[in-house]
Structures are given as structure tokens and as C-alpha cells.
């Protein structure tokens, strides 16, 4: 059992969780990912690493509660217990092989959207670390969504923006990195992560900026250690497993329209098992799926 | 009935089979097991030990079943065996004790296989527990992975009294045995869990939720955590796909993901929270055993199931038994015939699979007559879910990250074949690892070499 130190809500249904897991505290990099059960009956769910301190054996994780098992997650308190917390899993950032005097050559723009702002966090932090600078551009529906702003700010130069234009720049990731490109910052290097549709959006525009873009893909998974063969997806048309060769490739070379449509392969029976929990006895019909 | 035909095993009824998860093979009950067992000889010689890669003294446990003596019958296989409920059920015995026996010369050969089962099961229904180590040795071992190969070198090196700890990388312990072999040929909590608390009431500590390689290297388990020797038992866990066109459409899986789903997250049941796919037309690429273990899964989730194999009948890599109980079951055979493409509709889901006759050559190098394309004779089977069975090949996470330990060409853990000794000092290797995908009891036999080779490397260390 791996217990849970602390559980915090950031923003509506998006919450942070800080976990006793010694061994994926002490071997884990930015950009790799863990798993967990919340339970002897739960689905693994792989998630990303937020933040980690390797004395205390801690690994922090942000979750967005979208199913059954991350409202079940989302239920949790401090002092709860998960029942497995399994990592780290998928390859380190590529940034961590590169010499430190090569990355401070190089301007470095992650791009954050959503709940995908918390894997950046690893990333710029651990740069920090090394005294190399970074800009981050975090992109959210609306001010209320944007998560771990303090904590950004002492680690980058950071920018927000909104697609609704209630804080920091208006409009999109991509709107907002096409005009800090065209103020002058001319970035040699690219990160996004964030959903899908977003990753695809951000790669088409550096592809046309000529930045290159690493993007970390989230597809779905079973046991994260390569033996299933679910995460598939076509990088450079060649098969990769996101789990075991990933979870970051090249941009401009993975195939998203197939990726996203991968995504939806259980979603009417995920929408199902979420209808039935949250309507538990009461649960007549609704779903699609029941008489 | 005279001697030379075999008691005949119950089973479940076919067709009522067909749509529930429950186990096939009710087994034998005491009346229909000491009766078997009268017809074991005793050969002074016998032959049947050599056939069992775990050398199991069968004539020995055979004689105390005569007896009614289960207890006695269960610790004479359990010096050679720690998971004989599990081997028992499928251990390809007609090639291994019972294609030695004598009495299949004229006849049928003994039903060693029941019997082990019927012992095994007997004696955890009575309560009554492997012996362990009188002495501790006071050295550590770890054992990578809790399939067959880790679990029988660590209930070997525990009754040897050594401090073993198994690692495993999934939430539970039991590898092959638990995410693969499903339900209704193995039984997971009656059967497998409790085979696993025997080993563990030797002592064997178990920590799960451990990826080698990943959470901590093998150099940090010696250097670090002070174990003297590792055992690596990590499985073939990578599942292998054609690369033809298609592939990726929603609907293919690898059978390990069909049946990980199932079996692992028992994903059968209505009420787990692990969905998976219940297809109207399956197609099943392959002849393996794992092959007809994702068929019989899928027939048993609703599905009219077609296995698509490129050889014919008798070239089927799976047991007879196995094919014989999907036939049953109405599994429907596409011999002679393979995948070339698979066409998805307008939303990205399977609808087709074009396949292409095969007529077989000359034998390759396996001694398999390997199968030619017949030029122009495709057709097409329409199906909702394809289910790719083609082997499996080892993970390479372990060798990545373990220097100084040598792999062939197929990713396998070069290991010598009687101490299961690697290329680096210490680390021992075997089971599917080191051979590629194969059978529960060879993995056993490389486990049981292993823990020998590791007592011997410890004790002149």
C-alpha cells in the first residue's frame, strides 16, 4: 500500500496528490510517468509525474478526474492508501541526455495545456536546476483552470494564456507562441504536452517555425511495461510502443490523427462504468449500453 | 475396463462451457485417481521421470496415491515441484512423462497429469503445506519475476534457506500465469494464488510493483539492497505484430493485451472496472496456445471466432488438447491461410480482414513444411475485432540497463543451460528470458537449474 500524504483540489476536478512511493521517488526523471491502482479492484491508471523528493521517498501527481476511476481517485484523502503506485515507467526527457552547456546555448519553449501543465513542471524545474533558463506558455480555457502558476514562476519565464481572454494573453497555445516568436523569440527547442488536438496544433506551427518538437504522448495502457501493445502508435511510419519507447517522441513525425482516434477505442464502455458509479443502484439505462 | 485404457477425466459439458469462464476439466475425484494410478507399473527404470523437466519421482507419488496416502504423494512432488496444481493443469504432458510412459506403447499412457492435479488439489483442500528449510543460510537472492521460472528457483533456493525476495512489475504475482493462461484452463484465486502462498510460506518475500531495469537496476540490488545473486525469470512479454496494412485500427489488439485484460484485470466479469472489447466476429491470428486461449476467451465473451493459422492441421503449434476443446466449442479453423490487410470503416474500426491461401513447401530449418502464398486467391472475412497471436519475444528493459550482461540476436539472456549462469558474475538467467516464448514447465526446469547453479556460485563464493 502506498499511502497518500496529502490530496488537494487545484481547480474543479483537477487535483493534486503527494504519495509515499520510495522507489519511483529515488529512479524517476522528468518525463517519465507511473502507475497506479486506487484499489484491488482498479484499473491501472498511468499518470504523470508532477514533482519528487527523493529523501523523502514522495512522488507528487496531478489528475483530472474524466472517469470512474479518477472520481474514485479524486475521493481519496490524505491518510488513504493507493493500492499500487508502480514506476517510473517510459524513457527519461531527452533534455536530461543533453550536455548542460548545450542546453544553455539553446532557447527552450515548453508548452503547457490543461492538465498537461503538470509533466512540464519536472522538466523546467530540473533545467532550473542546472542554471539552464526556459520559457513556459501555459494555455487554459479560462483563468480559473490555470494550475501551479506560483510554482512556475521560480523555475521559468512564464506565460499564460486563455482562450477566453479572462487572464494573461488571449487565445491559444499557438496563437500565443506565434506572437512570442514574433516578438523576437526565436526558439531553437520545443516540449508540448497537453491533449492531443493541442500537441498536433502546436507541431504543425513549429513545424512551419522550423522548431523542433518533442511531445508526450498519453495513449491508452494496460500494463505499461511493453507487454500489451495498446499504447501503439505510428512515429516516422514505424510502430512504437508509448510506454516503452516513449512516452516523448519526435512531433513532426507521430502520426496524431491516428493517435487521437486510437483514444477512443473504450469510451463508450469507460462512459458506461463512469454512468453506473455515479449513479450507482439508481443506474436505469442512459448509458447506450443497458436496457 | 481393462488396463490399457485411461479413467476418463470429466469435464464441462461443451456447449454450456462455451459461454461461462468456469474450468473446462472438473478433474478426478479419489475413487477415479486410485484407480488410475493401479495402472502406473512402477518400472524399476522409469522413464516418465525423465521426460519431466522437473525430474518429479512420478512412480514414487503414484504409489502413495494407490495408498490413499495424499499427504505423502503431495511431498514427494513437492520436492521437485512448487507448483503442481498449476502443472497439473497444463504441462503438455503427452510429449513430456506421458509420451515415455510404457503403458502408451500398447495403449493409453498413464494420466499422469490428473493425477498431479488431483494430488495437488486434494492436499490444498486438506490444509497441508510444502516443508521448508530446517536452517537458514543467511544470504540474499533476488528473483526477478513471478512466473514459472521465478517461482520455483525461489521455493528451491527458500527450502535450500536462502533469504529470497521475488520482484515483480504488475500489481500481482504470478506472471504467465495469472495475465495469461486464462480462468477456465487455470483457475486464479482456488488454484494459482494459493500455489504462490506455498512458495511464499517457505519464506519467500514477494514485492510487487517493481520494474527491474525502471524502479531499480540489478547493479543497484547487489551494490545497494546487498543480494549476493539475482535470478532473472522476466518472461517474453513483447507481443509481436504482422506490420500490414491496417493494424492500427481500433479493434486489433495483441492477444497478450485481450487476455491481460481478461485474465489479469478480469475484464469477463460484468462488474469489473477494466473494460475490453466484446466483438461479434473475431478473428484470431495465430496457432499457438495463446492463440486458443484468446479464441476460447473471445467465444466466451460472445464472439463467432475464426483462427486464421498460415500452416494446416497438424503443424499447430498449440497441445492437441487445447485445439480439440476449442473445436468443441465451436471455434472455427482458417487453415492455410494469412492476413494481408485490414480495412477499417469510415469511424476507424475493423469491419474486414483480406486473407490469402497458403499451400505448404518444402521444410524449413524448424523441420516445418513453411507455408508459400497461392497467387491470387485472396478473399475476405469480415469481423469486428482481430486479435493478433505471434509469439512474444523478451523485454528488453532488463538487458538495457544491466552492463555486462550479453543477449543473442533475439533479445534472449545469454544463460548456460545446466546453472542458468549469464555472462555477469552473480546474475543468473531462465525461462522464457533466455529461451524466447515457451512453456510453463521448461521455465520451471530452467528455474529449479538456476537456484542448483546459484547454491553452488554462493557457496564457493
Known amino acids: 500500500m502506498f499511502k497518500i500524504l496529502e490530496a488537494n483540489e487545484l481547480t474543479t476536478n483537477i487535483f493534486q496528490m503527494i504519495v509515499e512511493a520510495p522507489r519511483v521517488a529515488s529512479a524517476c526523471l522528468p518525463g517519465q510517468f507511473l502507475i497506479i491502482r486506487v484499489d484491488e479492484e482498479g484499473e491501472r491508471i498511468p499518470l504523470t509525474i508532477c514533482d519528487y523528493d527523493r529523501e523523502k521517498g514522495t512522488v507528487e501527481i496531478v489528475v483530472q478526474a474524466i472517469g470512474a476511476e479518477t472520481y474514485k481517485l479524486k475521493s481519496l484523502k490524505a491518510g488513504d492508501s493507493l493500492a499500487d503506485v508502480v514506476g517510473p515507467l517510459g524513457k527519461p526527457s531527452d533534455l536530461c541526455e543533453e550536455s548542460i552547456d548545450e542546453l544553455k546555448k539553446k532557447k527552450i519553449v515548453f508548452i503547457a495545456g490543461g492538465v498537461g501543465t503538470a509533466p512540464v513542471y519536472p522538466q523546467a524545474k530540473w533545467l532550473k536546476e542546472q542554471g539552464v533558463d526556459c520559457d513556459v506558455i501555459i494555455g487554459a480555457k479560462t483563468k480559473d483552470l490555470v494550475i501551479l502558476e506560483d510554482r512556475f514562476k521560480k523555475v521559468c519565464n512564464l506565460h499564460i494564456t486563455t482562450d477566453d481572454g479572462s487572464y494573461g494573453r488571449n487565445g491559444m497555445v499557438t496563437k500565443a507562441l506565434q506572437d512570442l516568436w514574433d516578438e523576437g523569440n526565436k526558439y531553437d527547442h520545443c516540449v508540448a504536452i497537453g491533449p492531443m488536438i493541442m500537441m498536433k496544433f502546436v507541431c504543425k506551427l513549429t513545424e512551419e517555425l522550423g522548431i523542433p518538437t518533442i511531445v508526450s504522448m498519453n495513449p491508452i495502457m494496460v500494463d505499461g511495461t511493453g507487454m500489451c501493445g495498446a499504447c501503439r502508435l505510428t512515429v516516422d511510419g514505424q510502430v512504437k510502443f508509448a510506454c516503452v519507447d516513449g512516452p516523448e517522441f519526435d512531433g513532426h513525425k507521430v502520426d496524431f490523427d491516428q493517435a487521437m482516434n486510437r483514444m477512443k477505442l473504450y469510451k463508450t464502455e469507460e462512459g458506461r462504468l463512469y454512468l453506473k458509479a455515479q449513479e450507482g443502484d439508481t443506474h436505469h439505462g442512459g448509458c447506450g449500453n443497458c436496457n | ?461
Open chain 2, 1 to 461: 475396463m481393462d488396463g490399457f485404457v485411461r479413467v476418463p477425466v470429466r469435464e464441462q459439458d461443451a456447449k454450456e462451457r462455451a459461454t461461462n469462464f468456469k474450468e473446462v476439466c472438473l478433474g478426478y475425484n479419489k475413487e477415479e485417481a486410485e484407480k488410475e494410478a493401479l495402472r502406473c507399473l512402477n518400472c524399476p527404470n522409469p522413464k516418465c521421470v525423465q521426460g519431466c523437466p522437473v525430474s518429479i519421482n512420478i512412480p514414487a507419488f503414484i504409489e502413495q496415491v494407490k495408498k490413499g496416502n495424499v499427504e505423502g504423494a503431495y511431498q514427494e512432488i513437492s520436492k521437485a515441484s512448487a507448483l503442481p496444481a498449476v502443472c497439473g493443469r497444463v504441462c503438455p504432458q503427452e510429449s513430456q512423462c506421458e509420451g515415455q510412459c510404457v503403458r502408451g506403447i500398447k495403449g493409453d499412457a498413464v494420466s499422469i497429469g490428473k493425477l498431479e492435479r488431483y494430488v495437488a488439489d486434494t492436499a490444498r483442500e486438506m490444509g497441508i503445506k510444502p516443508e521448508g528449510a530446517k536452517e537458514k543460510k543467511g544470504k540474499k537472492v533476488a528473483v526477478i519475476g513471478s512466473g514459472p521460472s521465478g517461482l520455483t528457483c525461489a521455493g528451491d533456493l527458500a527450502k535450500m534457506g536462502y533469504d529470497v525476495t521475488i520482484f515483480e512489475a504488475l500489481h500481482e504475482a504470478g506472471g504467465v500465469l495469472v495475465y495469461g493462461i486464462p480462468e477456465f484452463r487455470l483457475p486464479k484465486d482456488a488454484v494459482v494464488k494459493k500455489e504462490i502462498e506455498n512458495v511464499k510460506s517457505l519464506g519467500v518475500k514477494l514485492e510487487t510493483d517493481v520494474v527491474i531495469g525502471k524502479s531499480v537496476t540489478i547493479d543497484e540490488l547487489m551494490e545497494k539492497e546487498g543480494f549476493e545473486a539475482v535470478f532473472i525469470g522476466s518472461g517474453a512479454g513483447l507481443p509481436r505484430f504482422m506490420n500490414i496494412p491496417g493494424e492500427q485500427s481500433m479493434g486489433v489488439f495483441s492477444a497478450n493485451e485481450y487476455l491481460t485484460r481478461s485474465n489479469l484485470m478480469k475484464a469477463f466479469d460484468e462488474n469489473s472496472r477494466t473494460p475490453i472489447m466484446k466483438a461479434k466476429k473475431c478473428v484470431i491470428v495465430g496457432g499457438g496456445n495463446v492463440a486458443m486461449d484468446a479464441a476460447r476467451t473471445a467465444l466466451r465473451l460472445g464472439a463467432e471466432v475464426h483462427v486464421v493459422y498460415r500452416r494446416g492441421e497438424e503443424e499447430l503449434p498449440a497441445r492437441k488438447e487445447e485445439v480439440h476443446h476449442a473445436k468443441e466449442e465451436g471455434i472455427i479453423f482458417d487453415l492455410l491461410c494469412n492476413p494481408v490487410e485490414i480495412h477499417a470503416d469510415e469511424n476507424g474500426w475493423v469491419k474486414s480482414i483480406t486473407c490469402i491461401r497458403m499451400e505448404l513447401g518444402e521444410p524449413d530449418e524448424s523441420g516445418r513444411r513453411s507455408p508459400v502464398e497461392v497467387p491470387g486467391s485472396e478473399f475476405d472475412i469480415e469481423c469486428d475485432a482481430v486479435i493478433m497471436s505471434l509469439g512474444t519475444s523478451p523485454n528488453p528493459l532488463i538487458s538495457s540497463t544491466t552492463a555486462g550482461l550479453d543477449v543473442n540476436r533475439r533479445q534472449c539472456i545469454v544463460a548456460q543451460e545446466e546453472t542458468g549462469a549469464t555472462s555477469k558474475p552473480g546474475v543468473f538467467a531462465g525461462g522464457d528470458a533466455v529461451t524466447g516464448a515457451a512453456t510453463v514447465i521448461l521455465a520451471m526446469g530452467a528455474g529449479k537449474a538456476a537456484a542448483k547453479g546459484i547454491d553452488e556460485y554462493l557457496q564457493n563464493k
